[in-house]
């Protein structure tokens, strides 16, 4: 496979098709949701919500999310809308998936095209002791918002299912999830429909299945399809990245060097362009070179105070900031709220 890491994507550019926006869209809808509500602050039609012409941003996603908590008390949404997902509505990545001559190939593939899926948690698979297991982290921004968060991790397991059963039957449960947060009681996963028990104040998201599972043969996997299949999928990301332009670019410059991140003038000397074009491909784009510092600074803050016990000080020098209290006062600017109350409890 041609690709070692994802494209790094800002939370508002507009690059992703519609088709998890579609999924909750409908699901909603049947539930008697007014459209216009369901799309309030998205930035699309009711018309355009199914085009394939379309493209959404990260951030209009969660908006929508954030939505259809408001408007259903369906005991189970996020789950429901993962769950209506299923890989034909997926494009090439899903056919690409369907297409791979074993299932361990149609994990590490999933995993590492993720991109094209419009991500709103990081995935990564693991296998070990016969057991394997899917880990699943809300992107950062969620962590500002723990009723979005348990949202999204619901919906991606319920995404997850879905595919897995599309690609090895219907049959297929899982042996445990876990979750990395307290039991609510607006919303949860449903265990007669996933089949297997939940825990609770886990340390990740995780679903856990049985390796044997993956020892099937992949009856709709193809050889010949499969590397075809693939190079389009390139091509694919190689569109996503180039619909991010210069801004992805420089993303991927300073995350490699947050701890002392360099100027616009050195990395315009790096891409090879003077600090005058730069400057205008960013303004051009609707982004400033501050506010691409900020925001990956941002997320890196949050997941560090999600996932790490590391004191504020210690993220604070990974940050490129002199001391904590300039960290502090940075967060509080970007989230409105302090480091303590973002820390898992």
Not at 68 to 77: C, D, G, I, N, W
Not at 105 to 115: G, I, N, P, S, V
Request: net charge neutral; charged share 25%; proline share 5%.
């Amino acid at each position: 496979m041609g690709y070692s890491k994802q494209p790094i994507v800002g939370l508002s550019e507009r690059v992703y098709e519609s088709t998890k926006l579609a999924a909750l869209f409908d699901v909603l809808v049947d539930l008697d949701c007014p459209a216009g509500e369901i799309l309030r602050n998205v930035n699309l039609t009711m018309d355009e919500v199914h085009s394939p012409k379309s493209r959404i941003s990260l951030a209009e996603l969660m908006t929508a999310c954030k939505n259809a908590v408001r408007l259903s008390s369906e005991p189970h949404l996020p789950y429901r809308i993962g769950s209506s997902i299923h890989i034909s509505a997926y494009g090439m990545y899903g056919f690409a998936i369907l297409c791979c001559p074993d299932f361990r190939k149609a994990m590490a593939f999933a995993e590492l095209y993720h991109a094209l899926a419009a991500p709103l948690a990081t995935i990564e698979f693991k296998e070990a002791d016969g057991l394997a297991s899917w880990v699943i982290e809300p992107n950062a921004r969620t962590a500002t918002d723990p009723q979005l968060y348990r949202f999204v991790t619901e919906m991606q397991i319920g995404i997850h299912i879905s595919l897995m059963r599309d690609i090895m039957g219907p049959a297929f449960t899982p042996d445990q999830i876990s979750l990395a947060y307290r039991q609510a009681h607006d919303f949860g996963l449903p265990t007669e429909q996933i089949g297997c028990p939940l825990s609770f104040a886990s340390s990740a998201n995780r679903i856990v299945f049985r390796s044997e599972w993956l020892d099937q043969a992949a009856s709709l996997g193809n050889k010949t399809t499969y590397p075809a299949v693939v190079a389009l999928c390139d091509e694919l990301l190689d569109g996503l990245k180039s619909r991010i332009g210069v801004a992805g670019e420089i993303r991927t410059l300073l995350l490699r060097e947050l701890t002392n991140p360099p100027s616009l003038a050195t990395i315009a000397k790096r891409l090879d362009v003077s600090d005058r074009s730069l400057r205008r491909q960013l303004r051009e784009q609707g982004i400033s070179f501050r506010g691409l510092l900020d925001e990956l600074r941002m997320q890196v803050a949050l997941k560090y105070l999600r996932t790490t016990r590391f004191a504020n000080e210690d993220i604070a020098l990974a940050l490129g900031f002199s001391d904590a209290a300039n960290f502090r006062r940075a967060f509080r600017r970007w989230t409105n709220k302090s480091p303590s109350e973002i820390r898992m409890k």
